[in-house]
């Protein structure tokens, strides 16, 4: 090697340049050679001769430029004003109108099929007055998005008033076992009517009444249905569901939560005293079995229900469980109006306790 | 003459090892296209076919006619583009020797 780079660096300026030459020649030898093989396939494949044309055939596309004219020599407007014969009514249609023609004279297509839902629902609606069936249409709406938000804000509601009353003791449990029950039995014939609410115009006086024990039942004036909502939905007032109870269950049809204080009467204790007991049991903190506490309980007591304490002795209905959840959630809501005098009472009970 | 021989012998290994070959010879190929001379070799090319006939043409038929054709067509801008980097290339190579 070394002796070859020597004699390299002897050359002279033209041998440089003939080796420099034949360099060139070997590389353009080697293009034309690869040209070559190349050209060989092609016409061993068949595809050499495939981007010729014929002159006829270049004529035919040759490109447009007169003015009025596409390159392809197609007139702009030229469909607007075509009518098209329909296959299925037989009428001739304009062509821009023609696609939206078919899609509802053949029944296809997404508005089509909407429009007959609704017509149908229309028809129904009108031949059975009195059925459940509303609009099917208005029905899966609500269900899908009000029924849900319905059922959610039902839970939330049930689960602000259970939080200050933990106990694993019945009340809570059959509470919730008779609301299961009450939805169960209630809401399963009502199932397949309707979401939102309860008609009333089918239920029988039992399950009424089982219904307005565990429902709201207020009637909407919008879908002359009951509002299955818990005792203490924040949609309706008291007002309404005493007028409701009123309207079915006669004069003397009372509030459920009115009902509690019977059981006091049942035990055969004072109502303040019946309170106070069951509300130790409940595990309440914010109110003592002191006087100073008792009397305010009974105070608060008597602020919200007092007034329908008198007729709650005469009427005797309710089961335990119902009426002192409606105790504890009266004076949970009574809590709440008026905070100071629950809270001195506080200390007493600790120290009771201890 | 053996020396030479031997030198250009030499010269070619050098070239291809360093990759300078192929180098040059991608620098080649898109020249030629854009400068359309395959273009105006394909015509040729056609010629040549229909003269002899598609069925029996060969690749030494088609060697010996094109090649001579090729390199003359090959513009005189390209030839010399490419010549003058063979010359550096050998310029360089003869320093790098040393």
Known sequence: MKMEEMSLSGLDNSKLEAIAQEIYADLVEDSCLGFCFEVHRAVKCGYFFLDDTDPDSMKDFEIVDQPGLDIFGQVFNQWKSKECVCPNCSRSIAASRFAPHLEKCLGMGRNSSRIANRRIANSNNMNKSESDQEDNDDINDNDWSYGSEKKAKKRKSDKLWYLPFQNPNSPRRSKSLKHKNGELSNSDPFKYSNSTGISYETLGPEELRSLLTTQCGVISEHTKKMCTRSLRCPQHTDEQRRTVRIYFLGSSAVLPEVESSLDNDSFDMTDSQALISRLQWDGSSDLSPSDSGSSKTSENQGWGLGTNNSESRKTKKKKSHLSLVGTASGLGSNKKKKPKPPAPPTPSIYDDIN | ?98
């Open chain 2, 1 to 98: 003459m053996n020396k030479d021989a031997q030198m250009r012998a030499a010269i070619n290994q050098k070239l291809i090892e360093t990759g300078k070959r192929e180098c040059f010879k991608e620098l080649l190929r898109p020249k030629l296209t854009e400068c359309v001379w395959k273009d105006q070799l394909k015509v040729h090319c056609k010629e040549v076919i229909k003269e002899k006939g598609l069925e029996h043409i060969t690749v030494d038929d088609l060697v010996a006619e094109i090649t001579p054709k090729g390199r003359a067509l090959v513009p005189d801008s390209v030839k010399k583009e490419l010549l003058q980097r063979i010359r550096t290339f050998l310029t360089r190579a003869r320093w790098l020797s040393l």
